[in-house]
């Protein structure tokens, strides 16, 4: 039985399917490389990201595209993480960090696999745009700054605090290696103008074979930082050594944080590009499959993986038709790892900075927040408070604060959403205007309408507004419409306040009347005795179906027209 992501495959589609994986491996190993860079675990670890983790998503998951395996985000949210554990003599780029990093990938696995069970992948939903383009850029701007020291050969003191790290970069201006700063400067020259230039070449791939054959070729060993020896091979398999079963509650903090990622960036890719396809998205079975990529990660000597939609990109821009270009690039990357380490050795340090930087930058989405700041500002602010937060105190705190903005932005929605008034012009034509006190829709008659369920959270906030209106109408109010088309719901309190409410109304010498309920509320709120306070002909269909009725019991005098002038004597 084929797997889900390869039912259907055909074999017209091998050629291309093979030539997009070994494309994409030229991409993706130079950037795993940073990656690994960024999770501070030996360099090899990224690769091994694209590998089993890679293969086993393909056995298990249903997109046909995504491509999963080291990711930036998740990558700093896991340093950072580890970072903040506060594990006496735990040291970056040590062998108990990378154990730390496979504990943390198997905790992500089982709390992936929770959210496969209870159908959770809508929590991927709860990071808004706004928000995770705010997490992502705060991300990018703190990975950068980490790079910083690297890509000008100065010591780096990692400093918790930002402003810290910002702030020795600065002090250490005089102790600029020459060698370094020169190399950084050509890679990234390299790297920017070779996307412009030659953007179907992979430039990343060409940028650090490059560098490794300069160094070998010239014996830059002496005066370059390299990475040195890599001790590669095939991942050995089996369970972390140094952490054990007790610090499993300590590694499900930064589990969690980038359990949320992975649900949110993965769906948000899955779903993009089977729509762009014409296809269609199991978020829930790719959950599943990332849930088993993962285990396959802490088992096999590497970190958390993610659904890139950087690297998924690469595969559609290819036009690549199956997760087969996905199994060529972990066969490719397995032949590196196996036969290339040695070259690995020579690659300098500022190279891969200047890669991972580049890389970082990526996650700044400009045209994203220009997008965000013409539609809506109060959702930039959101954005940016995303980003100050992640700068400030850190990614695993900022993917928490993250999620909490989101919901409290769901609940300001919800809390204060959008009100109008439907006027209604004598030739039928309809008006939403902001409600406010002296509106009405037409003399007699006000159409309020309601952008959100109502529950006791603002309940009594609707009463008002409803209270407001009559008050202050123009003329005396005779009919006090309420739109229900986007009222989905009402609650317990919500019902004892509309009953309230309604009696209110008739207390005034107005109507209550009902427009536009979809029989499930209709039902509800018969059965909370809502609709015993009303005519049962007080409802209708549709808020048209409530004007004509009003019209026809509330004749309207016809519009003054200007009196004719009056004409002088007829000349005889």
Same mark, same amino acid.
């Given at each position: 039985?084929?797997?889900?992501? *390869?039912?259907?495959?055909?074999t017209?589609w091998?050629?291309?399917? +093979?030539?997009?994986?070994?494309?994409?491996?030229?991409?993706a190993?130079p950037?795993?490389?940073?990656?690994?860079?960024i999770?501070?675990?030996?360099?090899?670890?990224?690769?091994?990201?694209?590998?089993?983790?890679?293969?086993?998503?393909?056995?298990i998951?249903?997109s046909?595209?995504?491509?999963?395996?080291?990711?930036? @985000?998740?990558?700093?949210?896991?340093?950072?993480?580890?970072?903040?554990?506060?594990?006496?003599g735990l040291?970056?780029?040590?062998?108990?960090?990378?154990?730390?990093?496979?504990?943390?990938?198997?905790?992500?696995?089982?709390m992936?696999?929770?959210?496969?069970?209870?159908?959770?992948?809508?929590?991927?939903?709860?990071?808004?745009?706004?928000?995770?383009?705010g997490?992502?850029?705060?991300t990018?701007?703190t990975?950068?700054?980490g790079q910083?020291?690297?890509? #000008?050969?100065?010591?780096?003191?990692?400093?918790?605090?930002?402003?810290?790290?910002?702030?020795?970069?600065?002090?250490? &201006?005089?102790?600029?290696?020459?060698?370094?700063?020169?190399?950084?400067?050509? @890679?990234l020259?390299?790297?920017?103008?070779g996307k412009r230039?030659?953007?179907? $070449?992979?430039?990343?791939?060409v940028?650090?074979?490059? @560098?490794?054959?300069?160094?070998?070729?010239?014996g830059?060993?002496e005066?370059v930082s390299?990475?040195?020896?890599?001790?590669?091979g095939?991942?050995? *398999?089996?369970?972390?050594?140094?952490?054990?079963?007790?610090? %499993?509650?300590?590694?499900?903090?930064?589990?969690?944080?980038c359990?949320i990622?992975?649900?949110?960036?993965?769906?948000a890719?899955?779903?993009?590009?089977a729509?762009?396809?014409?296809?269609s998205?199991?978020?829930?079975?790719?959950?599943l499959?990332?849930?088993?990529?993962n285990?396959?990660?802490?088992?096999?000597?590497?970190? +958390?993986?993610?659904?890139?939609?950087?690297?998924?990109?690469?595969?559609?821009?290819?036009?690549a038709r199956?997760q087969?270009?996905? #199994?060529t690039?972990?066969?490719?990357t397995?032949?590196?790892?196996?036969?290339?380490s040695?070259?690995?050795a020579h690659?300098p340090h500022?190279?891969?900075?200047?890669?991972?930087?580049?890389?970082?930058?990526?996650l700044?989405?400009?045209?994203?927040?220009?997008? %965000?700041?013409?539609?809506?500002?109060?959702?930039l602010a959101?954005?940016a408070?995303?980003?100050?937060m992640v700068?400030?105190?850190g990614?695993?705190?900022?993917?928490?604060?993250?999620?909490?903005?989101s919901?409290?932005a769901?609940?300001r929605?919800?809390?204060?959403?959008d009100?109008?008034v439907?006027?209604?012009?004598?030739?039928?034509?309809?008006?939403?205007?902001?409600?406010?006190?002296?509106?009405?829709? $037409?003399p007699?008659?006000?159409?309020?309408r309601?952008d959100a369920?109502?529950?006791y959270?603002? @309940?009594?906030?609707?009463?008002?507004?409803?209270?407001?209106l009559?008050?202050?109408?123009?003329t005396? &109010?005779n009919? *006090?419409?309420?739109?229900?088309?986007a %009222?989905g719901?009402?609650?317990?309190?919500?019902?004892?306040m509309?009953?309230?409410?309604?009696?209110?109304? =008739?207390?005034?010498g107005? =109507?209550?009347?009902?427009?536009?309920?979809?029989?499930?509320l209709?039902?509800?709120?018969?059965t909370e005795?809502?609709?015993?306070?009303?005519?049962?002909?007080h409802?209708f269909?549709?808020?048209?179906a409530? +004007?004509?009725?009003?019209?026809?019991?509330?004749?309207?005098?016809?519009p003054?027209?200007?009196?004719?002038?009056?004409?002088?004597?007829?000349?005889d």
């Amino acid at each position: 039985m084929a797997p889900p992501s *390869l039912v259907g495959y055909r074999t017209q589609w091998l050629g291309r399917d +093979v030539l997009a994986g070994v494309t994409l491996a030229a991409i993706a190993i130079p950037e795993c490389l940073g990656y690994g860079a960024i999770a501070q675990v030996p360099v090899v670890a990224g690769l091994y990201t694209i590998i089993l983790p890679t293969i086993v998503f393909v056995l298990i998951g249903s997109s046909r595209l995504m491509v999963v395996g080291a990711d930036s @985000a998740t990558a700093a949210l896991l340093s950072s993480g580890i970072a903040g554990l506060g594990v006496a003599g735990l040291r970056a780029g040590s062998d108990e960090w990378l154990q730390w990093a496979g504990l943390i990938a198997l905790v992500t696995g089982a709390m992936l696999a929770a959210a496969w069970v209870l159908r959770l992948g809508f929590l991927g939903d709860f990071l808004s745009t706004a928000v995770l383009t705010g997490f992502l850029a705060g991300t990018a701007i703190t990975v950068m700054t980490g790079q910083l020291p690297t890509m #000008l050969g100065i010591s780096d003191t990692h400093e918790d605090q930002i402003w810290n790290r910002w702030l020795a970069i600065a002090r250490g &201006v005089d102790d600029i290696d020459i060698w370094a700063c020169l190399l950084s400067v050509v @890679a990234l020259l390299t790297l920017i103008l070779g996307k412009r230039l030659a953007p179907r $070449l992979p430039i990343p791939f060409v940028l650090v074979a490059g @560098a490794i054959a300069a160094v070998w070729i010239f014996g830059w060993d002496e005066d370059v930082s390299v990475v040195g020896k890599v001790s590669a091979g095939l991942p050995e *398999l089996g369970l972390p050594d140094g952490p054990g079963f007790t610090d %499993i509650g300590t590694a499900s903090t930064v589990a969690f944080g980038c359990t949320i990622v992975i649900l949110a960036q993965s769906a948000a890719t899955a779903r993009g590009f089977a729509q762009r396809r014409g296809e269609s998205a199991d978020v829930n079975r790719d959950i599943l499959g990332l849930a088993g990529a993962n285990f396959a990660a802490g088992l096999s000597g590497t970190f +958390v993986v993610n659904g890139s939609p950087t690297k998924t990109q690469v595969l559609d821009e290819q036009r690549a038709r199956s997760q087969v270009a996905n #199994l060529t690039m972990a066969v490719a990357t397995l032949l590196v790892v196996l036969f290339l380490s040695d070259a690995l050795a020579h690659l300098p340090h500022a190279v891969l900075g200047a890669i991972v930087f580049v890389v970082a930058a990526k996650l700044i989405d400009v045209r994203e927040v220009v997008r %965000i700041f013409r539609a809506r500002r109060s959702e930039l602010a959101t954005a940016a408070f995303a980003a100050v937060m992640v700068i400030v105190f850190g990614v695993q705190t900022g993917i928490v604060v993250a999620m909490v903005v989101s919901l409290l932005a769901l609940i300001r929605r919800q809390y204060r959403p959008d009100r109008f008034v439907i006027t209604v012009s004598d030739g039928g034509k309809r008006a939403f205007l902001p409600a406010r006190p002296g509106l009405q829709s $037409l003399p007699g008659l006000i159409i309020f309408r309601y952008d959100a369920d109502l529950f006791y959270a603002n @309940a009594n906030r609707f009463s008002d507004d409803v209270q407001g209106l009559l008050r202050s109408a123009p003329t005396p &109010v005779n009919w *006090l419409v309420l739109d229900c088309a986007a %009222i989905g719901d009402v609650d317990y309190s919500a019902s004892t306040m509309l009953s309230s409410l309604i009696d209110y109304v =008739h207390k005034h010498g107005a =109507h209550f009347i009902l427009a536009g309920v979809d029989p499930v509320l209709q039902k509800a709120l018969f059965t909370e005795g809502v609709l015993a306070g009303l005519d049962p002909d007080h409802v209708f269909a549709s808020v048209g179906a409530a +004007v004509q009725a009003y019209r026809e019991l509330n004749p309207q005098p016809p519009p003054d027209t200007p009196e004719p002038e009056a004409s002088g004597p007829e000349d005889d």
